[in-house]
């Protein structure tokens, strides 16, 4: 007993497609997320590795299950697809973990569905890998995000440019629920359907706003916050989600689909990996831009529920989106000062800030660098060897920056010491670097060895603490012939 319920599926019938996953030839455990599994509970914990691959590769559909794939629609690179849904995921159900959190169970390349159009409703080995790494770090980095609870290999080839193992991913996430499942009642005029699905996922997500004046309208609000506070801590971390579809927005404000992500490394703003993003639509910069254009579709789609006159609505409602943009900027502004160490407030504080990231720029430095050996030299000048060698192209800008930063610090309090440890617990040592990726996906698609896999994910679960038994190649950008220009997306 898995302890599987199923709120989603209390919804009205076209809310969703009950759906079986396909059989697999062979599944096998790649690697179940032991620690994640306690905190769905004992029972989950309790499963040895061949039980969890027969469940999660979908071969055997354990007790209490009630499999369906969503529907949603979506704007994607800005245009609107009124029909998509889970063409590859079903939701095994959900858990209610430890914490009493309602958790979805989904699995990601289970095969086809009724919304699968033209694919094979199937992954491929590297996806599912890059998925499990980096949804993994960046719940390490402590970033809202889905889990990956498990890889299993299917034994069964995907066919994409050539043949490839297949694999599924387990997903645990708050909701799945993205602003296309609400462009998908919305474009079909169905107002009850979105009232229904508010009115869900207020209360499963959002339940404090239950009960307030007018709940619609505090939805938007909610959703935009935590969205504008989710980009703002990408941006901290040098993020770049690659596809910021509306149905890859998700309105628990987790960051979902890790198709073509990848990290930036040397610092430059307009940087995109993603061979699908050709205009540079979602670019480093461009993302709290987006992510409030998706907001502004959000909205569209909930000016029925939100006043019965028109015009007020679309008041209310651009004043949400609006505000998203002092959200992001305070967010982003709280986090960049942590990232310098800094617990006070002063006005001049943003030009120090984009003064560095300008520093970075010109040296072409790496960025998770930048800041993490800035970290170290907040113990005093005599900790600064470490960052200055970082900036061959213009040494003296980053002197002078470093002076400026001082003279800063010294209207502070805290002391050297204390401020390094703070510094050094937001300024990540370890990410999911891309070639560090593409390294651990390689050797497990052409050699089936996936001790790269696995130490990867051991050195990205202390993403803060650098160990000196992990060898040094890990904290470093890639080389040149190791650089990862694209990153292909997942399906
Ligand atoms: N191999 C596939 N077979 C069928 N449908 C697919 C496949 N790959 C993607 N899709 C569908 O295409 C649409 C857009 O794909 P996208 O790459 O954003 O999603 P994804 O990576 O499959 O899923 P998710 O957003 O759930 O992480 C979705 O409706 C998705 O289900
Ligand atoms: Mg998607």
């Excluded at 079903?90 to 159009?117: F, N």
Aim: glycine share 8%.
């Amino acid at each position: 007993m898995l302890g599987l319920s199923h709120s989603y599926s209390t919804l009205p019938e076209r809310f969703f497609a009950q759906v079986l996953p396909s059989r697999v030839a062979d599944p096998r455990m790649i690697k179940y997320n032991r620690q994640l599994a306690a905190e769905l509970g004992p029972d989950w914990a309790a499963l040895d590795d061949t039980q969890a691959a027969a469940i999660l590769a979908g071969n055997e559909v354990p007790e209490g299950a009630k499999p369906i794939s969503m529907a949603y629609a979506g704007h994607q690179f800005g245009s609107f697809v009124p029909q998509l849904g889970d063409g590859r995921a079903i939701l095994l159900g959900e858990v209610v973990d430890t914490k009493g959190v309602r958790l979805d169970v989904q699995l990601k390349g289970a095969g086809r569905t009724p919304y699968s159009r033209g694919g094979d409703g199937r992954a491929a080995l590297g996806p599912v890998l890059r998925e499990y790494l980096v949804s993994e770090a960046m719940h390490a980095m402590g970033i809202p995000t889905t889990r990956a609870l498990a890889a299993v290999m299917t034994g069964d080839p995907v066919y994409r440019e050539m043949p490839l193992p297949g694999a599924v991913l387990t997903r645990v996430a708050r909701s799945h629920v993205r602003v296309g499942t609400f462009q998908f009642f919305a474009a079909r005029g169905d107002t009850e359907g979105l009232k229904a699905l508010a009115d869900y996922v207020i209360d499963r997500l959002y339940p404090e706003i239950k009960g307030t004046k007018n709940p619609s309208l505090a939805l938007l609000v909610a959703v935009a916050t935590r969205q504008a506070q989710l980009v703002a801590q990408w941006l901290h971390i040098g993020f770049i989600h690659g596809v910021m579809n509306t149905d890859n927005s998700s309105i628990s404000g987790e960051t979902i689909d890790f198709g073509p992500c990848a990290f930036m490394e040397a610092y430059n703003p307009t940087t995109v990996f993603s061979s699908i993003d050709r205009g540079g639509r979602y670019a480093y910069q461009n993302q709290p831009g987006i992510a409030q254009w998706n907001m502004a579709r959000l909205a569209e789609t909930l000016l029925p529920l939100i006043d019965a006159d028109i015009d007020k609505s679309v008041e209310s409602a651009n004043q949400a989106v609006i505000a998203f943009a002092e959200t992001f900027n305070t967010s982003w502004l709280a986090g960049m000062r942590r990232k310098l160490g800094l617990r006070t407030t002063e006005d001049e504080d943003k030009a120090l800030i984009d003064a560095f990231l300008n520093v970075q720029l010109v040296n072409r430095a790496d960025f998770t660098l930048a800041f993490r050996r800035l970290s170290d030299a907040a113990e005093g000048p005599e900790f600064e060897g470490a960052f200055l060698a970082l900036m061959n192209e213009d040494r003296a800008s980053a002197k002078n920056w470093l002076a400026s930063w001082r003279a800063r610090l010294s209207r502070e309090t805290m002391s050297g010491e204390a401020r390094a440890r703070a510094m050094h617990a937001t300024n990540p040592i370890y990410i999911p670097r891309n070639h560090l990726i593409e390294e651990a996906i390689q050797s497990a698609t052409q050699g089936a060895d996936f001790s790269p896999f696995e130490t990867l994910d051991t050195v990205l679960s202390h993403p803060f603490r650098e160990d000196p038994d992990v060898p040094v190649r890990y904290t470093l950008p890639a080389e040149p012939n190791e650089r990862v220009l694209q990153t292909f997306c997942g399906t």
